[in-house]
């Protein structure tokens, strides 16, 4: 009996993500310019003829990849703005980003390393340039949400939440033994999201 369209897709789903997960575990423990096409597919344990089927080379995979991220970020900035209060929504990025990091650290780190590449290295530049664009797009949206929230200074409150945000994002990577990932959620929270006519 053949296939259906949806799974069809399912399967070429499952295995762009199985190449997605391989590449990003070699780009993480060598860098993207000393793996190659050959090392994703072995990583991947498929053919490099199949890796072909989905992706035309190393950078066009790094593309998809970087798309993905962008969008999974859109996602959570767009479920935050439909929730009904400023407080619910960033309580909803809070736990957005933390739960991502916990649940995936090498994400995390694999695009904290991109986003920092150098300005020279012609490949990676665009791809860290679409990566802070976003992160500016979004920043400006999560600006909104405090101004909503009615505190003095919102691009400044929105300063502060982001940095105690990321920072806590990368001690979970550097220190992923034991940290208090709801106690955290729950200080940011208390310092940084509630209203202040409402303390």
């Known amino acids: 009996m053949p296939r259906t369209p949806a799974e069809n897709e399912r399967i070429r789903q499952a295995a762009k993500d ?18 190659s096409i050959d090392d994703v597919a072995k990583q ?3 053919s490099k003829g199949l890796l072909y089927n989905y992706y035309k080379g190393k950078e066009e995979l790094l593309a998809a990849m970087v798309q993905v991220r962008i969008e999974e970020v859109k996602e959570v900035m767009e479920a935050a703005t439909q929730l009904a209060t400023p407080h ?13 990091v916990y649940q995936r650290p090498d994400v995390y780190r694999f695009y904290l390393n991109l986003q920092t590449q150098p ?13 802070n664009e976003e992160s500016r797009r979004q920043f ?13 200074q919102p691009r400044l409150r929105s300063l502060y939440f982001s940095s105690a945000l990321q920072g806590a994002m ?7 033994e034991g940290f208090p990932v709801e106690e955290m959620k729950e200080q940011i929270v208390r310092e940084y999201c509630n209203d202040p006519t409402n303390p």
Do not use: W
């Open 18 to 35: 199985k190449i997605h997960n391989a590449a990003m575990t070699l780009f993480i423990k060598k860098g993207y310019h000393a793996t």
């Open 140 to 152: 400006e949206v999560q600006c909104q949400i405090f101004k909503q929230l009615g505190v003095k």
């Open 88 to 100: 619910e929504q960033l309580r909803h990025i809070v736990d957005g980003a933390l739960d991502n």
């Open 119 to 131: 300005e020279d290295d012609r490949v990676l530049a665009s791809y860290r340039e679409q990566l």
């Open 44 to 46: 991947a344990q498929i």
């Open 170 to 176: 990368l001690m979970m990577t550097t220190y992923p």
